[in-house]
């Protein structure tokens, strides 16, 4: 065992055992273009895929946010872990032996880990504690009676691992407390609460119908507890503790991921008995928030498995104003939306106990309206149809709403049958459509109009109709850097011309780290040499760099060599005129002299 650090051999073991491709692919949807792979970038919203996997090299780089690196990194950003917990998570999915342990990195990683390693072990627990409490006790008896009168069945039960909270104040307080779980640290974890009077800790859910809630691998994370008697709130979620995160947290993500990838669509709910109702109607790629509105982390965790989303929503007011709001959410993270339509009042456990499986997957799921179709639907609640006044006012905003749209024939369809059904003239409609367009500047140019949310495709757009151009030295050094990370030997010639005299702090230290590399007997491998950097600045430079395809030309290796010297001297020629005229400024005439020398010498050397 070794406890000074994870074994290199540990390290390279999980780069062979873990394609990027294959590994990226899980997350985001990748399309091959030529030796290359892209996608949309998990890590930032985005409409064009800036996001590019070369299998190759065995790398990832956005050209938007700039991020890349290997699989183990990619893997750090996505779970938001370290390094050594990267590599434990990714080890101990290939059934790789993890006998190595850390200490120096330890003093710093491992209380946070213990700790959120504590909560995984609490919350799974409490879970099998509340499950037993509804089957198996006459205190969950009437839980157990409230979840079949909703249609719930015990294979249902038991594969959502429902559960009950009783009524008493610290069931589960002297449960953990006897299975050696610090209170402390049961509170922070969201389980516990502090006593309002007095020492001690009380249960958080009481008197609720339990319902786990799984992180992306599977471990329970958190609850949601349904109160049963009277009392607010009616639902309530763990808080956000170490292992908990609500804004990115979607029920039942884990289980129906295999699903949302293979149709590439899911399905949006607003409530966890939705969900597992729907499941049991033949939904199995449905999720829901976790009580709370949808965010755009939200989006962009969905995003790296589907392409479309259902937004199914409860049919009254309040659902279908969220609904609303979730639509520009879903669409700017690049997702296709439709709506599901309920009849009003009415939620999809409702619907499916009065109507059936299959006639909710027909009408509701399969039959989901586009948002245009939606939003103008919504659009009518608000005007009074029957005056002249408000048809008016109502065509305006429809008109406003179909102008947005990109395709043609998608407005020219919406601009029909507004045109027969309020008796238009089609032709106007269209004049109020390019003229809605012209003063909004829509569709000005390609598929993202100006001034849209994708700030890094118009700064990207920008950067290209003006482009910056980076001194001759900079293209030197990170031409020399690529070629270095794909062979040894040119690394070795770099090092006896150039040594560390690159002139970017951060191409020198990489510089430096491939001669480390290749001296410890290392063959070129561009993913193993970004794991050997573990700085997470240089590990997105060496693979944006690594990108770069120039075919190795000698000619051009000594011309590189040669800029980055020249930049040197004329450095030294710039340092040594200044230092000439402050000589001249003081009047010492025989250090002005000696320094005009250098200046001549420097300037026939690059002559």
Request: charged letters at 30%; hydrophobic letters at 35%; a negative charge.
């Amino acid at each position: 065992m070794n406890n000074g650090m994870i074994p290199q051999e540990a390290i390279d073991e999980v780069l062979r055992r873990f394609d990027i491709a294959e590994t990226v692919g899980r997350y985001v949807h990748l399309t091959k273009q030529g030796k290359y792979l892209k996608g949309l970038c998990p890590f930032h919203s985005e409409k064009t895929p800036s996001f590019t996997v070369t299998p190759e090299k065995q790398i990832y780089h956005c050209y938007g946010c700039g991020k890349g690196g290997n699989v183990i990194k990619f893997i750090m950003e996505m779970e938001n872990e370290t390094f050594p917990e990267a590599v434990k998570r990714l080890s101990e999915e290939a059934g790789l032996p993890v006998t190595w342990t850390l200490s120096k990195e330890a003093e710093e990683i491992s209380p946070r880990q213990r700790e959120k390693d504590t909560l995984f072990e609490a919350n799974a627990y409490a879970s099998k504690l509340y499950h037993y409490i509804l089957r198996n006790t006459a205190a969950g008896a009437p839980a157990m009676d409230y979840l079949r009168s909703r249609g719930f069945t015990d294979k249902l039960i038991e594969e959502f691992g429902l559960g009950y909270a009783p009524t008493r104040w610290d069931t589960l307080t002297q449960a953990l407390a006897r299975n050696g779980f610090e209170p402390g640290e049961m509170e922070r974890g969201g389980l516990l609460l502090k006593r309002q009077e007095g020492d001690g800790h009380v249960d958080r859910f009481r008197d609720r119908v339990m319902f786990p809630i799984h992180g992306s691998d599977g471990k329970i994370i958190a609850f949601a507890g349904r109160l049963m008697s009277a009392g607010q709130p009616k639902y309530m979620n763990s808080p956000e503790t170490p292992i908990f995160n609500k804004s990115r947290t979607l029920y039942r993500l884990h289980e129906a991921r295999g699903a949302i990838r293979k149709l590439r669509q899911v399905v949006l709910f607003e409530g966890y008995v939705d969900v597992i109702k729907a499941w049991s109607a033949g939904v199995a790629n449905g999720v829901a928030t976790m009580g709370t509105a949808l965010t755009a982390e939200h989006a962009a965790v969905l995003r790296r498995f589907a392409d479309e989303a259902i937004v199914c929503y409860d049919g009254d007011d309040a659902g279908q104003a969220a609904a609303q709001k979730s639509i520009p959410i879903l669409e700017e993270a690049g997702l296709r939306v439709r709506i599901g339509m309920l009849p009003k009042g009415k939620d999809p456990d409702e619907y499916i106990s009065e109507n059936g499986p299959e006639m909710f997957m027909r009408e509701i799921i399969e039959g989901a309206v586009s948002t245009v179709k939606f939003q103008l639907i919504y659009l009518r609640k608000s005007h009074i149809l029957l005056e002249e006044e408000g048809k008016i006012r109502y065509l305006r905003s429809a008109v406003k709403l179909i102008a947005r749209r990109e395709s043609p024939t998608e407005r020219e369809m919406y601009l029909k049958e507004l045109a027969q059904e309020f008796d238009v003239s089609i032709d106007t409609l269209k004049q109020e459509v390019s003229e809605v367009r012209r003063q909004e500047k829509l569709g000005t140019s390609g598929d993202i109009p100006d001034g849209s949310w994708n700030n890094v495709w118009n700064d990207r757009r920008t950067s290209s109709m003006h482009p910056a151009l980076e001194p001759a030295y900079v293209q030197a050094e990170k031409q020399l850097l690529s070629w270095m990370m794909q062979d040894a030997e040119t690394a070795y010639l770099v090092q006896e011309e150039l040594g560390d005299r690159f002139h970017i702090e951060d191409h020198a230290a990489i510089a430096a780290y491939l001669y480390t590399f290749y001296s410890q007997g290392n063959d070129p491998d561009v993913g193993r040499f970004t794991a050997f950097l573990q700085n997470d600045r240089l590990e997105r430079l060496a693979s944006a760099i690594a990108l770069e395809d120039t075919p190795f030309d000698e000619r051009v290796l000594k011309d590189c060599i040669r800029t980055i010297g020249q930049a040197s001297k004329s450095r030294d020629i710039d340092r040594l005129k200044e230092q000439l005229l402050r000589a001249e400024r003081a009047g010492d005439i025989m250090l002005a002299a000696q320094i005009g020398t250098e200046i001549i010498a420097l300037e026939k050397q690059l002559k």
